[in-house]
């Protein structure tokens, strides 16, 4: 499945170069987390929110868009990427418009980065480069422009989510397997955990770092190829046990899903976060104080989502039952797309 697929060649020729129209939404990972960057498994799907590009050309060769903050940069790095890929960029004004919370771990910056290059290759007229190339090109306006490095969940779950699907992404192959996800009644929720995400580029840098470190002590290309971390240092063994089993989860959750078992699904959320909490330490006193929230309101499991050090929590709550202030269900949409 490609997004080329639905930007055909037709209806990209036929689109008015003068008001371009771009969604990207954002993203919730039911599970799979810290393995995209360690060739792992994923298992993600865009949301209903997300953000909305829309773009006019204009007289004179700037790109500009008052909506974002002087010297935004994810614009001058989508601008500076398209360019550096070939793209000649028209003057255009780029109007810019969200439905997405931000810093919640929804992926509001891949879901910004995705629709905004999207606006500005319809601007030029131009085909977006492919799926994955895309992909890797807004994943680098953000570890190149603001510091903080991606994998390509996000990026991809934004490009490629289908309506009423998961993806299992395999991050190794890039194979994209949808997943229906409809549980019959369980509701999935995101709730902000309220913490500012203050370590979260840090932390999150100082993770891969530690990965790639376990990988090369273990003596293999990636962690997807690691069996366990015996042996290895503190806290290098409980990283590499992190990535291991999560992988693992992935698999059985996707399992869980076909099967219809949401009781099942909540335990692997539970063991996914427990994992993230002892074994990855990404997790924050305020996070705790959510997913604990969630049990309390009858969740059926509950765990941290995104990169971590803050953001927010998903969680399953059984059918009927009243759910925790401030919780947002979320459920699958479609992907990144032209709005005519
Ligand atoms: C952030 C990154 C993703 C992924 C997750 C953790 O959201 O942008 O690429 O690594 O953290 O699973």
């Given at each position: 499945m490609c997004l080329w697929t639905r930007l055909s060649a037709v209806v990209w020729a036929s689109m008015n170069p003068h008001g371009i129209r771009a969604f990207a939404p954002g993203r919730a990972n039911l599970i799979g987390e810290h393995t995209d960057y360690n060739d792992g498994l994923c298992l993600p799907f865009a949301i209903g929110a997300g953000v909305t590009v829309t773009a006019t050309t204009r007289d004179g060769g700037e790109v500009v868009a008052p909506g974002l903050p002087d010297g935004d940069p994810y614009l001058r790095g989508a601008v500076a990427e398209l360019r550096a890929a070939g793209v000649e960029l028209p003057g255009c004004t780029l109007e810019v418009a969200s439905d997405l919370p931000q810093k919640a771990g929804l992926s509001s910056s891949a879901a910004l980065c995705v629709a905004l290059v999207l606006a500005l290759c319809g601007a030029a007229g131009t085909v977006p480069p492919e799926t994955l190339e895309l992909a890797r090109l807004c994943s680098r306006v953000e570890s190149e422009y603001t510091g903080a490095e991606t994998g390509l969940l996000d990026q991809l779950a934004s490009l490629l989510g289908r309506d009423g699907h998961a993806l299992r992404l395999?991050?190794?192959?890039f194979d994209a397997e949808p997943v229906q996800l409809?549980?019959?009644g369980p509701v999935l929720a995101v709730l902000d955990s309220?913490?500012?995400?203050?370590?979260a580029a840090s932390g999150y840098n100082e993770r891969r770092a530690e990965c790639r470190c376990a990988a090369q002590l273990l003596g293999?290309?990636?962690?997807?190829?690691?069996l366990d971390g015996a042996g290895l240092p503190d806290p290098l063994d409980r990283r590499v046990r992190h990535v291991v089993s999560e992988n693992a989860r992935v698999d059985a959750a996707v399992a869980a899903l076909r099967a219809g078992d949401a009781r099942a699904l909540g335990e692997l959320l539970d063991a996914s976060h427990a994992s993230l909490r002892?074994?990855?330490?990404?997790?924050?006193a305020d996070v705790e104080r959510t997913v604990a929230a969630c049990h309390e309101a009858g969740a059926l499991g509950a765990r941290i989502m995104g990169g971590g050090f803050g953001g927010s929590v998903l969680a399953l709550f059984p059918p009927g039952r009243a759910l925790p202030a401030g919780a947002l269900p979320v459920t699958p949409g479609p992907g990144a797309r032209l709005l005519c």
């Open positions: 395999d991050m190794r192959t409809d549980l019959h309220g913490a500012a995400r203050t370590l293999v290309e990636s962690l997807r190829d690691a002892d074994d990855y330490e990404v997790s924050v």
